[in-house]
């Protein structure tokens, strides 16, 4: 089962980042759509805490990329067409860490 971070429960696209990241590929219906319609106030937060938030969420980042990154490579699936978004959406974090990508 996937890894939804509950330190991101508010935040859906965490959620989708990492199903994404593990190869899901994601479709737009064109005659569908959804509602999210939530019943829980919007809290205010301060300043700080959005720097919070958005600090820990870059981290969320590059841990989730490390994390699926090193999953396929121990598999031996880095180049196959399930690792594609990882290999894509991660090529910064992956060249930080001095790992070299190659595109396929």
């Known amino acids: ?30 005659n569908d759509f959804t509602v999210n319609q939530s019943i829980r106030k919007d809290v ?12 820990l969420y870059q981290k969320f980042h590059e841990e989730s990329c490390l994390k699926h990154a090193r999953a396929f490579f121990a598999a031996g699936e880095w180049d196959s067409d399930r690792a594609r978004h990882c290999r894509i959406s991660c090529q910064k974090v ?11």
């Open 94 to 104: 992956l060249a930080v860490w001095g790992l070299v990508i190659r595109q396929a």
């Open 1 to 30: 089962m996937l890894w939804c971070p509950e330190r991101f429960s508010n935040n859906q696209a965490a959620c989708l980042f990492e199903l994404y990241l593990s190869g899901a590929d994601f479709w737009v219906l064109p």
């Open 44 to 55: 205010e937060i301060t300043e700080r805490e959005k720097t919070i938030n958005t600090r």
